[in-house]
């Protein structure tokens, strides 16, 4: 898990299993993938988030609704 703010934890998984390629095409790694609650992918960061607040903000706007996605 993940823990965003103070109150809100979003959900987090993490594997080493090539059928993930089912989720999203891998351009490098590590890959950070949001996966709305219907499995549709939402969005996708390939490499090291720059700042724990960049990751942040992805959580917020692809995990916890605050927005539709691309």
């Known amino acids: 898990m993940l ?10 998984y993490q594997t080493t299993s090539a059928s993930i390629r ?3 095409v ?3 790694l590590p890959t950070t993938i949001f996966i709305n609650a219907a499995g549709k992918t939402m969005f ?5 988030y720059d700042s ?12 916890l609704g605050g927005s539709s996605g691309p």
């Open 3 to 12: 823990a965003v703010g103070r109150d809100e934890i979003a959900p987090s």
């Open 22 to 24: 089912s989720v999203a």
């Open 26 to 28: 891998l351009q490098g």
């Open 44 to 48: 996708v960061h390939t490499g090291q």
């Open 52 to 63: 724990p607040g960049t990751l942040e903000q992805d959580v917020r706007a692809y995990a």
